[in-house]
């Protein structure tokens, strides 16, 4: 995994597109905030639907504008809401992978944070394949990152720079570096995409018969040519030249 090379694609997908960018991050996070004040208002059950419909939706939502904005396609303002339309199969999603990283945390820190990495692709794996059942999209997850989760552990250590600089700014550089990132992950999803092997179905080429020997050519045969008539003619005097020589001695 090339960081160089994700990070100058990414540099080139949020050109001309910061802009717009910034709009549905900011729709998401003021939609976000009121939705989730609103909801607290209600005891228990304001808390919860927060969790289910809200924060899981809005997570889609960036997965799916960023992976539009990797195959050329510019970002709307309406974009904030691509996720609501999956927002139970997103908040599954969510869900089984905060769970599974808790529960890895439980037996160490470690563990906990190896499996974060491991789960990681599965909002995207649901993005785009929103027919996808959510322990599947996890499972997809686990195998596209095995191999790779210290390459994803490393990406995240080369963007502390610019995390230390947005609070600096007050937050003023996140306008470009929040894309900057997200189009960076999803690069590097698309990368490992790319490099996922595929088993389960083995297709076995056909094997090609050796040729047949070639059957032994027969000598066809040689007819000796037909005497010509000049070649009898000279038999002809041979034999009546020796019977003469015969009649001769027997004379004598």
Known sequence: MNRAELKSLAKQHIKGNIG????????????????????????????????????PAFTLSLARVYLNLNVGQKPVASDAFLGFDDFWSAFKV??????????WSLLFVIPGIVKSYAYSMSINILAENKEKAALACIDESKKMTNGYKMDLFV???????????MPITFGIAA??????????YINAY????????????TVTAPVEEAPAA???IEEAAVEEPAPTVEVVEEQALV???????TEDNAAE
């Open 190 to 201: 698309k990368w490992l995409k790319s490099k996922q092997i595929i088993t389960g179905e």
């Open 94 to 103: 969510t869900f089984l992978t905060g769970l599974f990283t808790f529960l």
């Open 214 to 216: 070639p059957a032994p």
């Open 239 to 245: 034999e009546e030249v020796t019977d003469e020589n």
């Open 20 to 55: 717009m960018l910034f709009v549905v991050t900011l729709i998401i996070a003021v939609v976000a905030s009121i939705a989730s004040l609103i909801l607290n208002l209600i005891p228990v059950v304001g808390s919860i639907a927060a969790a289910v419909i809200v924060t």
């Open 155 to 165: 990406l995240d250590l080369s963007f502390i720079g610019w995390s230390i600089l």
């Open 175 to 184: 306008i470009w570096v929040v894309p900057y990132m997200e189009a960076t």
